[in-house]
């Protein structure tokens, strides 16, 4: 399968402005699971705004929240994909500048020395792009994050050491998300990096805050450190928007790598209750989009 | 706990009757600033030719259209999705917002710290919640775009809206030292330990 970048460009602008205005369906479900169970009044009222305003996004076609965040593009090539990378690259980048230009969306990037916004959404190595390989084999599949900056803002890195074991990376993240509080716009999707090096362990938090949710870390210890801090973050009481309530985080999910035997780290990176992603899966056939 | 509709600008007894846990919904005008306002205002001296004394501002960027028609959009501006941004990034600002200019409310998300509760209690101020991330609720709470101020700075310029039944807001932090977000972090605080604990963290 042969990919004409031009396609990439047109379905990428497509993902971004697609993903700033649905939500996707495991979202939708984790509000009406959290609004089920919520017990404190302030709280379950405003995840009835959140949810009402899911519902006026799609009724008037508008973007769900205001901040068009970072553009992050994951994508993930099979065997059989004939790509060239830089093109496919570049397609991205220029998909981002069209989708602000012809929307037009608010460009939220600027140079970070001199602050200077050329309304594209795009500057120097942004959007993020990352590329990965699958075993499916003529499947080009590309997700766009629209990461939003109040929670990309509760983003945070200990080396942790050896002798701080397991109860050093709960401690962290239990610390960090009452540092966060109701800045980060809860509920969230809390995302934990453990081990790697710290590149990679921030990576990895990235990687957890935004998995669907439902889906579980496919590391055993992993997976049971995640159902720990679950029910952890969401007995401090923080609530949505940090006013109170049970519904801090609609989950806490985990990402492992190996690490040094000198080394402990954690990562934490957030995910607003706004955690919107889309998806678009080039086969042979056709172009689909999904979440 | 009370409900308060407000045609704005306010006086200083109108925001002193304010008590954590009311709610106000504003109509009329409603200022749109952001960090970088902010930073050129205070740090820069930039001056803005509009009058913030007594009214709201809102802490906030704007997803907006260019339109060459000035009857409908009088300051070439069409709105498109109208949200509100983190406060506590902007905390300092809220004295000079107040000392300088005279603004009375502002709205925002996540809250403000102790530098804002002592200006709101010392000048007359209320910090409003917003629920942030529900932009495209908020934008059909805004009627027009009046007029836009420092727009080099675009989308972080100084912005006045016309707003109608722009709410309900919940008074986060009032003028008598009143602080939800306060209370919330005290109970944080108290659970805490017994979170780790069930961790099975050994203190």
């Not at chain 1, 065997?79 to 570049?90: A, C, F, I, N, Y």
């Not at chain 1, 609609?250 to 919107?276: D, G, K, L, W």
């Not at chain 2, 109608?164 to 944080?188: I, K, N």
Request: charged share 25%; with cysteine; hydrophobic share 40%.
């Amino acid at each position: 399968m042969k990919i004409n970048p031009k396609i990439v460009e047109d379905v990428c602008k497509e993902l971004y402005i697609r993903a700033l205005k649905v939500l996707p369906d495991d979202i939708k479900q984790g509000f009406a699971r959290l609004d089920a169970a919520e017990t404190d009044a302030t709280g379950k009222a405003i995840l009835g705004t959140m949810i009402q305003n899911i519902k006026v996004a799609e009724s008037t076609d508008n973007l769900l929240c205001q901040d068009t965040g970072i553009p992050i593009y994951n994508v993930t090539i099979g065997p059989d994909v004939q790509v060239d990378g830089h093109k496919l690259k570049e397609a991205i980048v220029r998909a981002c500048a069209a989708a602000t230009h012809e929307y037009p969306l608010r460009s939220s990037v600027v140079h970070p020395i001199t602050r200077a916004n050329d309304h594209t959404n795009t500057g120097r190595r942004i959007p993020v792009i990352n590329i990965d390989f699958s075993d499916e084999r003529e499947v080009l599949r590309i997700e766009m994050i629209p990461k939003g900056s109040g929670s990309e803002n509760g983003s945070f890195l200990k080396m942790c050491v050896p002798a701080e074991g397991v109860d050093g990376i709960k401690t962290f993240v239990v610390d960090k998300v009452i540092e966060a509080g109701g800045k980060v716009c809860p509920p969230t999707i809390v995302g934990v990096g453990v081990g790697g090096t710290a590149d990679l362990c921030v990576h990895l938090a990235k990687i957890a805050a935004t998995r669907p949710l439902g889906s579980v870390c496919d590391d055993e210890a992993g997976a049971k450190l995640e159902c720990e801090l679950t029910a952890a973050v969401n007995s401090l009481g923080i609530g949505p928007q940090g006013l109170g309530g049970d519904s801090t985080a609609f989950a806490v999910h985990v990402e492992t790598a190996a690490t040094h035997i000198t080394m402990n780290p954690v990562a934490v990176n957030i995910q607003c209750h706004s955690a919107r992603r889309a998806t678009a899966t080039f086969t042979p056939s056709a172009v689909e989009y999904g979440f | 706990m009370a409900h308060y509709d407000f045609d704005m600008p306010i006086s200083e007894d109108q925001v002193r009757s304010l008590r954590i846990g009311d709610t106000v919904s504003l109509n009329g005008t409603l200022f749109g600033i952001r960090d970088a306002t902010q930073i050129e205002m205070f740090d820069r001296g930039r001056k803005t030719r509009f009058n913030l004394n007594d009214h709201a501002v809102i802490h906030t960027a704007p997803n907006v259209r260019k339109v060459e028609d000035k009857t409908k959009f009088p300051a070439g501006y069409a709105p498109i999705c109208i949200g509100t941004t983190t406060s506590a990034r902007m905390e300092r600002f809220t004295r000079p917002l107040m000392e300088q200019h005279g603004v009375r409310i502002i709205i925002g998300k996540g809250g403000l710290m102790a530098q804002s509760k002592a200006a709101f209690v010392e000048l007359g101020g209320v910090y409003l919640a917003i629920i942030g991330g529900t932009a495209a609720l908020e934008t059909t709470w805004i009627e027009a775009i009046e007029d836009v101020d420092l727009d080099d700075l675009n989308p972080e310029s100084l912005w006045k809206f016309r707003v109608r039944d722009f709410g309900p807001l919940l008074v986060g932090m009032d003028s008598h030292g009143g602080s939800l977000y306060e209370t919330v972090q005290a109970t944080v605080a108290e659970r805490r330990a017994q979170a780790l604990s069930v961790l099975g963290v050994k203190s």
